[in-house]
Structure formats: C-alpha cells, structure tokens
C-alpha cells in the first residue's frame, strides 16, 4: 500500500515571512563586531543557505572575506538573538493557514524542510501554528546534508512517513528547486520570497503568487 502522499515546504520567505527577524538578529551580531550592518533591501541577496552562509554574504557585500573561524562568533551572536527573540514578528504569508487546513483535510502529510537549524524552526512553528500540524520539521542540522542536496528532502520524506513517488515540494529560491528537480520532486514556486534570482528563471514545475491557488487539485495534477 502506498504511503500518504506529501507536501514537503521550505520555512523562511516560503511559508513564513522572517526576513526581519532574521535581518535584526544579523545586524546585532554585525553591529557588536564592528562590521556595517544591512539594510531590508539587501535581504534577498543573504538569506536561503542559513545562517552562516547569510553571514558571510553580508560581509562579502562589505568586501570582506571571512575564513570560517571568523563566522563563526557572528554566527553564535546571531542563533542566540534570533532564539531569544522567537517569533518576533514573523508570521505566516497571506492564506496559509487555509491552505495548509485544506490539505490535510484533503490526506495529505505536510512537512518542512528548511536550511534553518532545526531548534530554532521547531520553536518558530510552534509558536505561530498549532501542535503537530507537521509530520516532519527537518532543518540544516538535521541530517548530513542541506538543500540544494536531495537528500535532505528525500530523508525529510521519510522521517514523515511519506511517499517520495507522491511528493510535491514548495519553495522559494534555487536551493528549494534545484534539490526537487534532482530528487525528481515537482516543485512549485512561490514568487514572493527570499531569492536574488527570479524564480522563473530556474524553471520549476509551477509557480504561485499566493497560497489560495495552492489547493488540493493543483497537486494531484502535478502528480498525476
């Protein structure tokens, strides 16, 4: 028998808008360093491969190139700030909650795959959302591997029970598309998110520009 199909989604500028917490928490660990910090519209271009590759590309904007040793204490400054301060003022994007209730109303496992650490991503969801809304919340350190990888996808798959043949995954930047076409995923794209490539151009299988277009239907026309 088949395992429950599955919709596996990225968190930050996918299904929840964090670019602001994420951005105070880096310009705190910027700012006690010493280093310039960022601006809101700088945003896209430091935010999807967690944080410390957003680290290193705010000090590449500044033309700075850190050695790992040097991250890493901005690194601990950021993940202290931004767990302090959970959820901040993130929240879900426009009609999520709807979508998300359709789904599973529908049979459908949901789950989160997410270049965040897993202990700051567990604690955000469940402070926006109820308790166990997700099957799975898999971030960066979760397994060995991180998106653009598969296997964090795939692995993510399976820890919620899942079915890989039955999966559809929703994303927002190259690393959420590039992970699903190489695990041979369809994956929908939503085209508000945190990405300084627009995600047209990285062909994914469809695009949304809110969560009301993402129903039930729509995703088993792209499994079928």
């Given at each position: 028998?088949?395992?429950?199909?599955?919709?596996?989604?990225?968190?930050?500028?996918?299904?929840?808008e964090t670019g602001y917490d994420m951005l105070a928490s880096l310009n705190h660990a910027l700012a006690a360093k010493g280093f310039k910090t960022m601006q809101t519209a700088d945003l896209h271009r430091l935010v999807g491969q967690g944080g410390r590759v957003t680290i290193e590309r705010a000090l590449k904007l500044q033309n700075?190139?850190?050695?790992?040793?040097?991250?890493?204490?901005?690194?601990?400054?950021?993940?202290?700030?931004?767990?302090?301060?959970?959820?901040?003022?993130?929240?879900?994007?426009?009609?999520?909650?709807?979508?998300?209730?359709?789904?599973?109303?529908?049979?459908?496992?949901?789950?989160?795959?997410?270049?965040?650490?897993?202990?700051?991503?567990?604690?955000?969801?469940?402070?926006?959302?109820?308790?166990?809304?997700?099957?799975?919340?898999?971030?960066?350190?979760?397994?060995?591997?991180?998106?653009?990888?598969?296997?964090?996808?795939?692995?993510?798959?399976?820890?919620?029970?899942?079915?890989?043949?039955?999966?559809?995954?929703?994303?927002?930047?190259?690393?959420?598309?590039?992970?699903?076409?190489?695990?041979?995923?369809?994956?929908?794209?939503?085209?508000?998110?945190?990405?300084?490539?627009?995600?047209?151009?990285?062909?994914?299988?469809?695009?949304?520009?809110?969560?009301?277009?993402?129903?039930?239907?729509?995703?088993?026309?792209?499994?079928?």
């Amino acid at each position: 028998m088949n395992k429950q199909p599955i919709v596996v989604f990225d968190l930050d500028g996918t299904l929840v808008e964090t670019g602001y917490d994420m951005l105070a928490s880096l310009n705190h660990a910027l700012a006690a360093k010493g280093f310039k910090t960022m601006q809101t519209a700088d945003l896209h271009r430091l935010v999807g491969q967690g944080g410390r590759v957003t680290i290193e590309r705010a000090l590449k904007l500044q033309n700075l190139t850190p050695t790992a040793a040097e991250i890493e204490p901005l690194f601990d400054l950021y993940i202290r700030h931004y767990a302090e301060n959970i959820p901040g003022t993130s929240r879900y994007f426009d009609h999520v909650e709807p979508a998300l209730d359709t789904l599973q109303q529908a049979g459908f496992l949901l789950a989160v795959c997410t270049n965040k650490q897993e202990e700051l991503a567990k604690p955000l969801l469940k402070a926006i959302d109820r308790a166990g809304r997700y099957a799975a919340i898999c971030g960066c350190d979760t397994f060995p591997w991180r998106k653009p990888d598969p296997r964090h996808i795939l692995e993510t798959i399976a820890t919620a029970g899942g079915d890989a043949t039955r999966a559809v995954m929703v994303g927002d930047s190259a690393a959420d598309i590039h992970a699903a076409k190489a695990a041979n995923i369809p994956v929908i794209a939503v085209d508000f998110g945190y990405t300084d490539i627009p995600v047209r151009e990285l062909d994914p299988t469809a695009i949304i520009s809110s969560y009301s277009e993402l129903t039930p239907q729509m995703i088993e026309g792209l499994l079928a």
